[in-house]
């Protein structure tokens, strides 16, 4: 056994790094003690093991003659190959980590249940070259929330290859439920993650190609910019269709004519039907789901109402509104044939573009209502009105955790899981949320605070949004509203504001750069189509004795190397739009000696399958906007 001034050194020394890398985690392990339960001992071999005391009973959480050897066996029971990310479950003295280490991973997850366990680690063992390693995240006495929260950081890319989880049991069994809350986060991440990165990829498409349906639209919308601090150190109220909007009612037609009045369009259809017409409706969601906010708005109610339009919005929605319009202007697509005065940063989210044009106005305070981020009633996720809603029932996995089943209203069909975790409500209770909301709350935490804005939280239930006074709408009403006069002339403003502030859009610039680009792509389709035919049939030809010759395999190095020379940019957003991860691909297309050349095969021809079908989904979209502009007369 090493002395104390020894385990004191390792401690210490382990400590400071891991200070520099996780600085909650060592605050977590500083404070945590160690256990009677979990005892260092001398396995045979010279080595530590761990020996864990239970009523009397011991049991040796490695082996008690070569813990090495036995680590050896764990990690050669797994299948790496396609394998880069990891989450090993139980660490113990991590004997298993030091021969990840040595595996070709990009990223080794390492999941503790138990703090003094990692603490005793961390006396034992020197580890601070895992710490320092940038592959290694530790995840060690974390609730299920904290776990995710600190997976999601990583926001590692899981596409093509899905990752690998490991159990080391004597560590797992030891703690059960808490392994398993953890192993239901992980599979969560992972597919969220995987859904995710093929949702953005799909979403960057969709983005792309209503900024440029929404472009000749565009051309005659005048920006944001004439509402910078157009109502300077005014209140100014933000509604979102959370539960809580109803008791607000009274209070926003009270307000109206005294402070400006932004609402998602979400909340637009709640607000009409209760009588209360806000001043501006925020559109951001680019899906098409998104028209249904709009469907059946009266045209006389949209003549006193002013939308504000991102320019990656639903392209349906610009023709059917028939009041004023503004638009952010964004398009970083077209980057640099946008000239403008200046422009708002959007946000994440309907809710938080609304909550940052109301900052860009001027806004003190700004006034969040129906920002519930929470399911206060269980049996009701929105205000009534809203579009569609979704019915809630708390279930239960295996392990006994606790999750949110939402059903549609309107199609039962469609159904979701979440994690359900009760967070802090603003009257000092507990409330039900879901991870979406957490992030959403965290979002506007951080806004608050960077932003430096006084900000209101008008409401009596739902979570509580660090840095946002919190105070019942009527209460907020009294103290910035009541004294105010019915002033604002938000309409005559929005006139005079339309006249000066219509961006200079360069169409003669767009045209040529669209054309460029159709020819670049044109190009890659051609080639890529040549280059997959000449590796299809390499592959054929060694395919029945899966032997192929030294120059064939050379020669597929080649054709790729030369593919990612010539339209290393026009692959790279063809990879994206395929789902495939650029991080990963162009190290997994050519032929090494420690690969199955089959397996290498099977995915190139894959990979360049699906960069074919992405570059002719990019030239029909340049090719119908081109076709659109000149139907226009705008080229």
Same mark, same amino acid.
């Given at each position: 056994?090493?002395?104390?001034?020894?385990?004191?050194?390792?401690?210490?020394?382990?400590?400071?790094?891991?200070?520099?890398?996780?600085?909650?985690?060592?605050?977590?392990?500083?404070?945590?003690?160690?256990?009677?339960?979990?005892?260092?001992?001398?396995?045979?071999?010279?080595?530590?093991?761990?020996?864990?005391?239970?009523?009397?009973?011991?049991?040796?959480?490695?082996?008690?003659?070569?813990?090495?050897?036995?680590?050896?066996?764990?990690?050669? #029971?797994?299948?790496?190959?396609? *394998?880069?990310?990891?989450?090993?479950?139980?660490?113990?003295?991590?004997? /298993?980590?030091?021969?990840?280490?040595? &595996?070709?991973?990009?990223?080794?997850?390492?999941?503790?249940?138990?703090?003094?366990?990692?603490?005793?680690?961390?006396?034992?063992?020197?580890?601070?070259?895992?710490?320092?390693?940038?592959?290694?995240?530790?995840?060690?006495?974390?609730?299920?929330?904290?776990?995710?929260?600190?997976?999601?950081?990583?926001?590692?890319?899981?596409?093509?290859?899905?990752?690998?989880?490991?159990?080391?049991?004597?560590?797992?069994?030891?703690?059960?439920?808490?392994?398993?809350?953890?192993?239901?986060?992980?599979?969560?991440?992972?597919?969220?993650?995987?859904?995710?990165?093929?949702?953005?990829?799909?979403?960057?498409?969709?983005?792309?190609?209503?900024?440029?349906?929404?472009?000749?639209?565009?051309?005659?919308?005048?920006?944001? =910019?004439?509402?910078?601090?157009?109502?300077?150190?005014?209140?100014?109220?933000?509604?979102?269709?959370?539960?809580?909007?109803?008791?607000?009612?009274?209070?926003?037609?009270?307000?109206?004519? @005294?402070?400006?009045?932004?609402?998602?369009?979400?909340?637009?259809?709640?607000?009409?039907?209760?009588?209360?017409?806000?001043?501006?409706?925020?559109?951001?969601?680019?899906?098409?789901?998104?028209?249904?906010?709009?469907?059946?708005? #009266?045209?006389?109610?949209?003549?006193?109402?002013?939308?504000?339009?991102? #320019?990656?919005?639903?392209?349906?929605?610009?023709?059917?509104?028939?009041?004023?319009?503004?638009?952010?202007?964004?398009?970083?697509?077209?980057?640099?044939?946008?000239?403008?005065?200046?422009?708002?940063?959007?946000?994440?989210?309907?809710? /938080?573009?609304?909550?940052?044009?109301?900052?860009?106005?001027?806004?003190?305070?700004?006034?969040?209502?129906?920002?519930?981020?929470?399911?206060?009633?269980?049996?009701?996720?929105?205000?009534?009105? !809203?579009?569609?809603? +979704?019915?809630?029932?708390?279930?239960?996995?295996?392990?006994?955790? =606790?999750?949110?089943?939402?059903?549609?209203?309107?199609?039962?069909?469609?159904?979701?899981?979440?994690?359900?975790? +009760?967070?802090?409500?603003?009257?000092?209770?507990?409330?039900?949320?879901?991870?979406?909301?957490?992030?959403?709350?965290?979002?506007?935490?951080?806004?608050?605070?960077?932003?430096?804005?006084?900000?209101?939280?008008?409401?009596? +239930?739902?979570?509580?949004?660090?840095?946002?006074?919190?105070?019942?709408?009527?209460?907020?009403?009294?103290?910035?509203?009541?004294?105010?006069?019915?002033?604002?002339?938000?309409?005559?403003?929005?006139? !005079?504001?339309?006249?000066?502030?219509?961006?200079?859009?360069?169409?003669?610039?767009?045209?040529?750069?669209? +054309?460029?680009?159709?020819?670049?792509?044109?190009?890659?389709?051609?080639?890529?189509?040549?280059?997959?035919?000449?590796? &299809?049939?390499?592959?054929?030809?060694?395919? *029945? @004795?899966?032997?192929?010759?030294?120059?064939?395999?050379?020669?597929?190095?080649?054709?790729?190397?030369?593919?990612?020379?010539?339209?290393? &940019?026009?692959?790279?957003?063809?990879?994206?739009?395929?789902?495939?991860?650029?991080?990963? !691909?162009?190290?997994?297309?050519?032929?090494?000696?420690?690969?199955?050349?089959?397996?290498?095969?099977?995915?190139?021809?894959?990979?360049?399958?699906?960069?074919? @079908?992405?570059?002719?989904? !990019?030239?029909?979209?340049?090719?119908?906007?081109?076709?659109?502009?000149?139907?226009?007369?705008?080229?």
């Amino acid at each position: 056994m090493p002395s104390d001034v020894e385990q004191y050194t390792i401690l210490e020394k382990n400590l400071d790094a891991l200070k520099s890398k996780d600085f909650n985690l060592y605050q977590k392990v500083k404070s945590t003690p160690l256990s009677g339960r979990f005892v260092l001992d001398d396995a045979q071999n010279g080595s530590k093991t761990i020996v864990f005391v239970d009523n009397g009973s011991k049991k040796y959480l490695h082996s008690r003659y070569d813990p090495e050897k036995e680590a050896e066996r764990f990690v050669k #029971s797994y299948d790496f190959t396609k *394998r880069l990310e990891v989450f090993v479950f139980g660490i113990g003295l991590g004997y /298993h980590i030091d021969l990840l280490l040595e &595996e070709r991973l990009e990223s080794i997850n390492v999941l503790e249940a138990d703090l003094s366990l990692f603490r005793l680690l961390l006396s034992a063992r020197d580890i601070t070259s895992w710490i320092m390693d940038e592959r290694i995240t530790f995840v060690v006495g974390a609730t299920a929330i904290e776990a995710m929260n600190i997976i999601n950081k990583k926001n590692q890319p899981r596409v093509l290859w899905r990752p690998l989880l490991m159990f080391y049991e004597p560590i797992t069994r030891l703690f059960p439920e808490k392994f398993s809350q953890l192993k239901t986060v992980v599979e969560d991440d992972i597919m969220y993650s995987s859904t995710m990165a093929t949702t953005v990829l799909v979403v960057s498409f969709k983005t792309m190609e209503n900024s440029f349906r929404n472009l000749p639209y565009l051309v005659k919308c005048p920006g944001v =910019e004439g509402w910078l601090s157009a109502f300077k150190d005014r209140p100014i109220f933000c509604v979102s269709p959370g539960p809580s909007l109803k008791t607000a009612i009274d209070v926003l037609k009270k307000a109206k004519g @005294k402070a400006p009045i932004v609402a998602v369009d979400t909340a637009l259809k709640p607000l009409l039907k209760n009588g209360v017409k806000p001043d501006f409706v925020i559109g951001m969601d680019f899906t098409p789901e998104n028209k249904r906010h709009y469907e059946g708005v #009266s045209e006389e109610d949209m003549k006193d109402i002013i939308l504000i339009a991102d #320019s990656d919005m639903y392209s349906e929605i610009f023709p059917m509104w028939k009041g004023p319009m503004f638009t952010t202007y964004y398009n970083h697509y077209l980057q640099g044939y946008f000239h403008f005065k200046s422009n708002m940063v959007k946000g994440p989210t309907t809710s /938080h573009m609304a909550f940052l044009f109301a900052f860009y106005m001027g806004g003190d305070p700004i006034i969040l209502i129906g920002q519930d981020l929470s399911y206060p009633d269980i049996d009701e996720a929105y205000v009534p009105g !809203v579009s569609y809603q +979704r019915k809630l029932t708390i279930v239960k996995d295996r392990a006994g955790n =606790e999750l949110l089943l939402k059903i549609n209203s309107d199609d039962p069909t469609k159904k979701s899981l979440t994690f359900l975790e +009760r967070v802090e409500a603003v009257d000092g209770g507990e409330v039900i949320t879901e991870p979406i909301f957490l992030t959403f709350g965290i979002t506007f935490e951080r806004m608050i605070d960077s932003l430096r804005v006084n900000v209101i939280d008008a409401k009596t +239930r739902g979570m509580k949004i660090k840095g946002a006074v919190n105070m019942p709408p009527d209460e907020a009403y009294e103290r910035f509203c009541k004294g105010l006069q019915p002033d604002m002339d938000i309409m005559g403003r929005a006139e !005079v504001f339309a006249r000066y502030s219509v961006a200079d859009i360069d169409m003669k610039g767009i045209s040529k750069k669209m +054309r460029k680009i159709i020819r670049r792509y044109n190009g890659l389709n051609k080639d890529v189509k040549k280059a997959f035919g000449t590796i &299809e049939q390499i592959y054929k030809k060694g395919r *029945r @004795k899966n032997v192929w010759q030294e120059q064939d395999l050379l020669k597929v190095n080649t054709i790729i190397d030369k593919l990612f020379e010539d339209y290393e &940019e026009e692959i790279g957003f063809c990879q994206l739009l395929a789902g495939m991860v650029t991080l990963l !691909v162009k190290k997994y297309l050519t032929f090494t000696e420690d690969v199955s050349h089959k397996d290498r095969f099977e995915t190139i021809l894959a990979f360049w399958e699906g960069i074919m @079908k992405a570059s002719k989904d !990019v030239l029909d979209l340049y090719r119908d906007s081109l076709k659109l502009y000149k139907k226009e007369g705008l080229i």
